[in-house]
């Protein structure tokens, strides 16, 4: 779900040039959401294999990450492990959710409507353990590194970020900036022309950079606050949040009266919360991480990749061949180029 700060942050647009050389860290399971959510045949129905495994999140793993390393970035995977015992009931929520729009997208399907289909088909997207073994393969056939959290990804690409092993965390999501990430990065594994929910409209989709420092100052507000702010509009704990509060409103409740607690006092309504809001800001301050984790880039195995995707899902070996050969060419001229600037560097220093 995600925490809609949204419209009281500001994100500041980048080329993948502002980020070659750079480790970031991929929300795994946000990432390949994304995947098996947008690539899909204009019914909904997701790419399978001639097996009938779904590969849509191993086309999205492929071509985004190919793209993403010829452009020089270094990216690692974080995948969740055990989610944490307050997330329960809203993991049981969305069990339901998902059962509820694979029914519609059946009803959908036999009207007809295609458009409706698709929505439906989205929001009923499930990633089964199988799926996410696959894409782990894939990663180590690319020489992407992943990392195991033992509990959510998001809260652990954030401390590998606070302890400076990555440069930013990837997620559509605004949590990590809950979990002190100094920096996060939205949009990159969705980059480019991308069609409007609901619209036969399209829009150019392009890397957004937020700083937490930043964020917190033209805020004016501290860590502890922005997670509480976070609590108002609702998490991943208390999905509901607050109703009637948005964005501004809960910046402005939060800035008036200093916390979660104070603000709720100058409400004129109850409210409810599934969670203790304590236990809430307690998850995001000191979420389960480990320091048990190696970061090894190797090359890709180019062979590997070719025989998993194409002997075994049914890839077109052409195109992934292309793809492959793109990389390496792409690499060179990358290495070349950074061989030349650090050779540039040397004589600056030299006739200073």
Sequence with gaps: MGVKLGPIVSAVEIGFEDLRGKV???????????????????????LKDSKGRITSHLSGVFYRMVNVLEEGVLPVFVFDGVPPEIKAAEVERRKEKRTEAAEKYEEAL???????????????????????????????????????????????????????????VVSQ??????????????NLTISGKRKLPRKKQYIVVKPELLELEKVLSELEITQEQLIDIGILLGTDFNPEGVKGVGPKTALKLIKEHGSLEEALKHLDKEVFFPVKPEKIRKWFLKPEITDNYVLEKHDPDFEGT?????????????????????????KKAIDEEEKKKKQQTSLDVFFQ
């Design 24 to 46: 970031v860290a991929i929300d795994g399971y946000n990432a390949l959401y994304q995947f098996l959510s947008i690539i899909r045949q204009p019914d909904g129905t997701p």
């Design 110 to 168: 036999e009207a007809g409507d295609m458009e409706q289909a698709f929505v439906y088909a989205t929001q009923a997207t499930s990633l089964r353990k199988e799926m996410v073994e696959g894409a782990k393969h894939l990663l180590d056939l690319l020489g992407i590194p992943s990392v195991m959290a033992p509990s959510e990804g998001e809260a652990q690409a954030a401390h590998m970020a606070i302890k400076g092993d990555v440069w930013a």
């Design 173 to 186: 999501d605004f949590d990590s900036l809950l979990h002190g990430a100094p920096r996060m990065v939205r």
């Design 306 to 330: 070719i025989d998993f995707l194409c002997n075994e899902r049914d890839f077109s070996k052409d195109r992934v061949s292309k793809a492959l050969k793109k990389l390496t060419k792409r």
